[in-house]
């Protein structure tokens, strides 16, 4: 699963080169929103994002709510999505994973760098975050192929991705780590050619 993310493209930008990035293959949009308090302020709402993905080619979207009380935020996003992730750090986050199933819609955990996985619960998708959430541009931090190693050894989990300065350069690593789901934003959209960085994603690691 390759999806990416907008948050780092300059806002006057965003429609051209997400029309670029889905007419070259790109399979999925990741829709970061945040409310500031869980990580920086920024991202996008539904309309917002509805409105850009009516001036591309058809694409399925999937929503990233680094939020303290996602749940509220669930309804509206699910109207887009078929992925909505919430922070595992959350309080909320047990109530987002019922409002998102209530709505038949597939839930996923992200999980940060500094949380221990013993806490991450078995039988969800995890989004294993190599960035601080809401630092869009970062870059990658290899602790996380350790991270995905383990949660793939311990066979719990459907699928086990990778968000946050994702690159070519990464590729190799996460695919021999076991990252099923990748997700980047600044490298993927600020590409030459799209088609090209997707192609050598694809060759390099398997879609969960």
């Known amino acids: 699963r390759i999806a990416g993310s907008l948050w780092s493209v300059p806002v006057d930008a965003r429609a051209h080169r997400l029309a670029t990035a889905v007419a070259a293959g ?17 991202g996008f709402t539904p309309s917002t994002a509805g409105r850009l993905l009516a001036s591309a080619p058809p694409v399925e979207s999937e929503a990233h709510l ?28 047990p109530a ?5 199933e209530a709505r038949g819609v597939r839930p996923a955990l992200a999980v940060s760098l500094g949380t221990p996985l ?15 959430p809401g630092e869009a541009g970062a870059p990658f931090d290899p602790a996380v192929l350790d ?6 050894d311990r066979g719990r989990n459907p699928v086990v991705g990778v968000d946050g300065g994702v690159g070519p350069g990464h590729f190799s690593a996460l695919a021999e780590a076991g990252a099923q789901w990748l997700v980047s934003g600044t490298s993927l959209f600020q590409a030459p050619d799209p ?13 969960g």
């Open 26 to 42: 790109l399979p999925v949009v990741h829709w970061d929103v945040s409310d500031g308090r869980f990580a920086a302020p920024g």
């Open 66 to 93: 680094m939020s303290h009380a996602p749940a509220p935020e669930v309804p509206a996003w699910a109207e887009l999505c078929t992925t909505i992730v919430v922070p595992l750090e959350v309080d909320g986050a």
């Open 96 to 100: 987002a994973v019922a409002a998102i």
């Open 118 to 132: 013993e806490q991450v619960p078995s039988g969800l998708p995890v989004l294993l975050m190599a960035i601080t």
């Open 147 to 152: 991270r995905v190693r383990r949660l793939r």
């Open 195 to 207: 088609g090209a960085w997707l192609e050598a994603c694809r060759r390099s690691v398997p879609e």
